[in-house]
């Protein structure tokens, strides 16, 4: 299971820390990822990471977007910097492992005002 947090709403230019929290141990080989969508879109990859060492952004949140591990705490962050009015979306946590284990969190609505 997994539970995203950290959503809210901020000023252009502004930074937002999400969370993704899983209910037991991220798998070493898993693939944790932070997509985000908008209505009549499709959702979209903004960053993901395997092993804690594989990292992948989206052009779109390249250097202002940081993505991170903490597997003491079983969670992974999204740090998200300079933000702008077309990074709002609502945020989704994916959780990937294998062909048959493919976890959503329920999303967190992230808004920026300009």
């Known amino acids: 299971q997994l539970q995203a947090s950290g959503g809210g709403l901020v000023q252009a230019g502004g930074s937002l820390r999400l969370s993704c929290a899983a209910s037991a141990s991220i798998h070493s080989l898993s693939v944790v990822a932070w997509y985000r969508q908008v209505p009549e879109k499709p959702r979209e990859l903004v960053a993901s990471i395997m092993s804690g060492k594989i990292i992948n952004y989206g052009d779109s949140v390249k250097g202002r977007f940081t993505i991170s591990r903490d597997n003491a705490k079983n969670t992974v962050y999204l740090q998200m910097n300079s933000l702008k009015p077309e990074d709002t979306a609502v945020y989704y946590c994916?959780?990937?492992?294998?062909?048959?284990?493919?976890?959503w969190g329920q999303g967190t609505l992230v808004t920026v005002s300009s």
């Open positions: 994916n959780y990937k492992r294998g062909p048959s284990v493919d976890y």
